[in-house]
Each structure stands twice: as structure tokens, then as C-alpha cells.
């Protein structure tokens, strides 16, 4: 079946370290995208990507990197000087020749301890 | 920013009953989804209109949007347990969202069984 694959479901940090987050997608997507929701809140973008080897800021790319080498791949490293890192990550793809909606990834739920 | 607003923030409703969300938004859009999560996963898509349509249906599910007012309704009729979650609206920010979607903070809906 077709889908994207987010991993860990769950992940633990220790302040001061980077973390990554990995976004698998075999949907043949060429836009992929991060957000990130916090409790009661809607999403909020931090980077996307609409083509191998390319990615633009979101609005709030801050503390955060991403890097785009395949096509079905869409890595996201929460660094260190992201002062407020613990929340919900969700990774989306869509297709620029298609008329619906993005595909959610299941989330990756960061704790800062 | 975040471009979409939902009305009410929380609702419930006995099964069987109609449940009516609102989305507002502030600029100009090409289309306007709605997403659906479930407690703790990702989003997934309901439905999409494009700024020249006025109605759209989807099985249980009937979508308007007001392009003169900037708002769009969520109609779910013969409402189920099944459909409790939290549901958002989503604007395209520029180009018919490749460039990434704007989301609302959602309407949290609970059916009561």
C-alpha cells in the first residue's frame, strides 16, 4: 500500500542534542512538507520541498534543518537551538499533477527531558 | 501566520444529529480543504473546493464556501461515533498549495453515543 512512514512514533531528547525525525513516502510525491502542532493548536509549517535537492522556510524554520537527496525521503533534524522543541511532527506529501489533498504521515511526538 | 479559523472550537451533539463547522480565512485562495485527526495521528483529507465552486458533497459530508464572505461551512449529516476527532480547514498559501497549506487551530467534535 501506498503511504508515507514517519519514525520513531515516540522520541526522547536530552536538551542540548540534535534529533532526527525520518519521513519515508512511496506515493511518487514530488512535494513533501513538515509541521508542527502543538496541544489545541493547528499545524504550523516548518520547511517543504517541492523537488529533489530543493527546499524552502516555513514559518518557523528556526532551530530546525531538513535536507531533500531522494525523492521519497524528507529528513528533519531538530537541533539544539530550538528552545521549545517538544510537540507533534507531521510529515506530508503531495502531487503537483494531482487535484487532492496532501497524505499525512502518522506523527512523530518529540519530548525534550 | 495561520489563515483559517474554525467556529466553534468545541463541539457536541447527540448520534444521528447534524454537525455544522465554520471555517473563516483572511486572504484570497485558489482551494480550501478539510483534514480530520483523530487523537494522537495524523491528518487525513476529507474534502476539497476550489474557489469557483459554491457546493461540493462527499458521501456524509457537504462542503460550501463563500468566496465574498472568505468563510467555508463542514456539514456532516447522520453523525456517528466514529466521526468524533478534531477537524481543521486548510488555505493554499500561494500557487494552489505546493508551496505548503495554512491551517486553522480545528473544531473538536464529539459524537455522543
Known amino acids: 500500500d501506498g503511504g508515507i512512514t514517519q519514525s520513531p512514533k515516540y522520541l526522547f531528547r536530552k536538551e542540548g542534542q540534535n534529533v532526527t525525525l525520518s519521513c519515508e513516502q512511496n506515493?511518487?510525491?514530488?512535494?513533501m512538507y513538515w509541521y508542527r502542532q502543538d496541544p489545541g493548536q493547528g499545524l504550523r509549517l516548518i520547511y517543504y520541498?517541492?523537488?529533489?535537492?530543493?527546499?524552502q522556510k516555513g514559518d518557523i524554520a528556526e532551530g530546525y534543518s531538513v535536507s531533500r537527496e531522494k525523492k521519497e525521503s524528507f529528513p528533519l533534524t531538530v537541533t539544539s537551538a530550538q528552545k521549545n522543541p517538544t510537540a507533534f511532527y507531521l510529515c506530508?506529501?503531495?502531487?503537483?499533477?494531482?487535484?487532492?489533498?496532501?497524505?499525512f504521515g502518522s506523527g512523530t511526538r518529540l519530548t525534550v527531558v | 501566520s495561520q489563515q483559517g479559523e474554525e467556529d466553534p472550537q468545541a463541539l457536541s451533539i447527540q448520534e444521528g444529529e447534524n454537525a455544522t463547522m465554520n471555517c473563516s480565512y483572511k486572504?484570497?485562495?485558489?482551494?480550501l480543504q478539510w483534514y480530520r485527526q483523530n487523537s494522537g495521528r495524523g491528518l487525513v483529507h476529507l474534502i476539497l473546493?476550489?474557489?469557483?465552486?459554491r457546493e461540493k458533497h462527499s458521501g456524509r459530508l457537504r462542503v460550501t464556501l463563500d468566496t465574498s464572505k472568505k468563510s467555508s461551512s463542514l456539514l456532516i449529516t447522520a453523525s456517528r461515533a466514529a466521526d468524533t476527532a478534531s477537524y481543521f480547514c486548510a488555505t493554499d498559501r500561494t500557487g494552489g498549495g505546493a508551496d505548503g497549506l495554512t491551517f486553522g487551530k480545528g473544531t473538536h467534535l464529539i459524537i455522543q453515543p
Open positions: 506530508a506529501s503531495s502531487s503537483a499533477v494531482s487535484s487532492g489533498g496532501y497524505t
Open positions: 473546493i476550489r474557489s469557483n465552486e
Open positions: 506515493l511518487n510525491h514530488d512535494a
Open positions: 520541498s517541492q523537488i529533489v535537492n530543493d527546499f
Open positions: 486572504t484570497s485562495i485558489n482551494n
